[in-house]
């Protein structure tokens, strides 16, 4: 089997809405995206439940049905983190966005290319689009947390393939190909 990854997918963690309380008035949030054997982590935002962090990180697609895990925890000086909430971070759709490649090249920056609506399959607080903007197909997605009282994180998805990829539109040795 081909080890080479798809693609690398970039996660821009940009703000947190109305996290739950865990310390006494407020929380210490930060998030932690998890793929596979892949983990990484926002910096902490101290004393703030509507936290702005504006971090991208990068993790690379190997197999695009392994789950992406977005987890939100209040950071705690002297005892184990608190859990604030969880999302499953589907990339399906915007991976079938991808593939139509070439054929976009025609499109005027910010022309929406697919709208993906809130459902029980998914953790989408509002509806997401997925544009293209200056040669590049991204999705800003407002996430729902999970396991928690309340709670929101906005997201955007960028995809990236460089040297040594396998790329989203391969048919063979793994790739992601269309079903027709």
Known sequence: MDQRPLGLLTIHVKRGIN?????HRSS???VVIT??????KTRVIKKNCNPVWNEEMTVAIKDPNVPIRLTVFDWDKFTGDDKMGD?????????EALKMGMELLRLPNGCAIKRVQPSR????????SIVWNNGKITQDMLLRLNNVECGEIEIMLEW???AGCRGVTSSSKGGVSSST
Request: charged residues 25%; glycine residues 2%.
């Open 19 to 23: 996290l739950a309380i865990r310390d």
């Open 28 to 30: 210490d949030p930060y």
């Open 35 to 40: 793929v596979a054997d892949q983990t990484l």
């Open 87 to 95: 999302a499953n971070v589907d990339i399906q759709t915007y991976l």
């Open 121 to 128: 399959q998914n953790c989408l607080s509002d509806e997401s």
């Open 160 to 162: 990236h393939e460089g």
